[in-house]
């Protein structure tokens, strides 16, 4: 067996077991991050005296039968954004070179506490503001299903370090779909939890009112392991996945200039969840598209007035297409920004009375498949466009504050997303490990 593209549970199990050490994990990670054509474009950078120290530390309390959950000894990468003792931490972009924080970020920390070992920091969007995973004033790591494809984005180097058996599970960080793109685009399954349910401190913002931390990883067991140790609880019980769910596909929106391939994916998906006993509904409930007229209201605004002065005083540092979505909000007045989430707080309560009594929505995670890195950086007309249209799905969970999860249909670069009710992170992780059984 391939330990190393093993599911970080199964890591778990092993160690366990006594069949791998986490030292030898380690090792063998680090070495093939350092060996492979393509870590220098995945890690921004590897932290290996702390993989090491934190991997002995497994290994004895593995030996004296002091593990300190499924997870203890598991090797994981970490998004750029997230700090980390004594590490830069730099979030993709030239204007935070140098950057090292003096301690890790409250999830790191709880993380390290509970076992797991840092490999290193994953290579990212610049500031996390693209979907697309494109970046070249650091580096732009790539799909690991085809090099030349765009890899997803922002957590581009966190999806990309699990795909390629470079880490058994990455932690991302998702504003409008950072998480479930790039895992979607790389066959893996991206867990974003609704916003808040995870400590923020220490994680380096984009838009507060919509950044998330979560898991992007092999299987649903593994993201409700990581999800439970982000929030320092026990993971919920996934042996016995329900049947007969409630499912609710999400019409209208998430189908308008849909592409061919993640149509077909998650049409094909849904029959086998049907043909598994789920029951589906159709709906196209209209807060929705209300709610997707007031992004350039509510996301753009946040993010230029988080990172305007750094932004100012160096704009020549960033990458073109991003510095104007950034700037897209420096016009927007306070009393339409105020206005709009009034809009929103109306829209989100109009969502929960319409869904109550659904276990989840499903919709394709992305309307669209990962477009050439070439002509993303050759056209950028056309880098604007695919940006916008591969975030559209996964921006509603996000603006309506929900948890998602995108996993794989078997279709290249397909997924499938289920969105939950606010705060219902436990049981969308129940149901979409249903879901995964039915898709297999």
Same mark, same amino acid.
């Given at each position: 067996m391939d330990w190393l593209k093993?599911?970080?549970?199964?890591?778990?199990?092993?160690?366990?077991?006594?069949?791998?050490?986490?030292?030898?994990?380690?090792?063998?990670?680090?070495?093939?991050?350092?060996?492979?054509?393509?870590?220098? /474009?995945?890690?921004?950078?590897?932290?290996?005296?702390?993989?090491?120290?934190?991997?002995?530390?497994?290994?004895?309390?593995?030996? *004296?039968?002091?593990? /300190?959950?499924?997870?203890?000894?598991?090797?994981?990468?970490?998004?750029?954004?997230?700090d980390s003792a004594g590490t830069a931490t730099e979030a993709g972009s030239r204007l935070l070179a140098g950057r090292t924080p003096e /301690?890790?970020?409250?999830?790191?920390?709880?993380?390290?506490?509970?076992?797991?070992?840092?490999?290193?920091?994953?290579?990212?969007?610049?500031?996390?503001?693209?979907?697309?995973?494109?970046?070249?004033?650091?580096?732009?790591?790539?799909?690991?299903?085809?090099?030349?494809?765009?890899?997803?984005?922002?957590?581009?180097?966190?999806?990309v370090s699990v795909a390629l058996g470079l880490a058994a599970a990455a932690i991302g960080s998702d504003t409008g779909g950072s998480i479930r793109v790039p895992a979607a685009w790389n066959g893996l399954v991206g867990f974003k939890p609704t916003t808040g349910a995870v400590r923020s401190d220490g994680v380096l913002p984009l838009c507060r009112q919509f950044d998330v931390a979560g898991p992007i990883a092999r299987t649903v067991e593994d993201c409700a392991e990581l999800f439970a140790v982000l929030r320092g609880e026990p993971a919920p019980d996934l042996t016995e996945p329900p049947r007969g769910l409630r499912l609710m596909v999400l019409e209208g929106v998430p189908f308008d200039d849909a592409r061919e391939g993640p149509v077909a994916g998650f049409e094909d998906a849904l029959r086998r969840l049907a043909a598994a006993g789920m029951r589906i509904t159709h709906a196209a409930p209209p807060c929705v598209a209300e709610a997707m007229a007031l992004s350039p209201t509510l996301f753009a605004p946040? *993010?230029?007035?988080?990172? /305007?002065?750094?932004?100012?005083? *160096?704009?020549?540092?960033?990458?073109?297409?991003?510095?104007?979505?950034?700037?897209?909000?420096?016009?927007?007045? *306070?009393?339409?920004?105020v206005a709009g989430w009034e809009e929103l707080h109306r829209l989100r309560a109009d969502w929960q009375r319409l869904v109550a009594g659904f276990d989840a929505v499903v919709l394709p995670t992305a309307p669209i498949l990962p477009p050439a890195v070439d002509r993303l950086l050759s056209e950028p007309e056309f880098f604007a466009r695919e940006n916008l249209l591969t975030l559209r799905n996964t921006r509603i969970g996000n603006l309506l504050g929900l948890p998602a999860i995108s996993l794989p249909t078997g279709h290249h670069a397909c997924g499938i997303m289920l969105m939950g009710c606010a705060g219902g992170d436990r049981a969308l992780l129940v149901a979409a490990s249903a879901a995964e059984a039915a898709l297999r």
């Open positions: 093993a599911s970080a549970a199964e890591q778990g199990r092993a160690i366990l077991a006594g069949l791998i050490s986490p030292l030898g994990q380690v090792e063998a990670y680090l070495d093939a991050a350092g060996r492979h054509p393509y870590g220098r /474009r995945i890690y921004a950078r590897l932290t290996p005296e702390r993989a090491r120290a934190e991997a002995v530390a497994a290994h004895d309390r593995a030996r *004296a039968g002091l593990r /300190r959950g499924l997870l203890d000894g598991v090797a994981i990468s970490w998004k750029d954004n997230i /301690r890790d970020a409250a999830i790191l920390a709880g993380a390290t506490l509970d076992g797991l070992v840092c490999l290193g920091k994953t290579h990212m969007t610049e500031l996390a503001f693209s979907g697309l995973g494109v970046n070249p004033m650091t580096a732009t790591p790539p799909n690991s299903i085809d090099p030349a494809l765009a890899p997803g984005g922002s957590s581009s180097g966190a999806a946040e *993010a230029y007035g988080i990172w /305007r002065d750094q932004i100012e005083d *160096a704009p020549e540092l960033m990458y073109p297409p991003i510095l104007e979505r950034f700037r897209g909000g420096k016009d927007v007045l *306070a009393a339409d920004y």
